[in-house]
């Protein structure tokens, strides 16, 4: 599963359910985000003395490049702001403290060299 793409065609289907009044299509986003909070710590990369970071997807676990990065925190965030739901904010703020940090610039860039 890829994170970004899952938020992406979970909100749009939000917006679709919410534009058209589709019952089915709200439940369907009930249960993307359920699915979400359960499997998002899976997303998890701690670095040791360096800290936290997003997978960019679950196949192969490798960090998220900083776009991407940036990309989750503000999709978190909205997801947040959506439900009301602390996980996503949690996570967000979690995955937003070394966004500046240039040691994981280069540890993420080195793992995408690859």
Known sequence: MVLNGHIFATVSLF?????????EALEVVVKSL??????????NINYPLIGPWAAYSLRKRRPASVYYQ???VHQLKVLHELTGHPTF???????????DSPIMHNMVKAHWVQ
């Open 89 to 99: 904010l949690q996570t967000a703020e979690r995955w937003s403290t070394k966004l």
């Open 34 to 43: 359920e699915g979400l909070i359960d499997i998002l710590p899976q997303f």
């Open 15 to 23: 917006e679709y359910a919410q534009f058209s009044d589709n019952k």
């Open 70 to 72: 940036r990309m989750h």
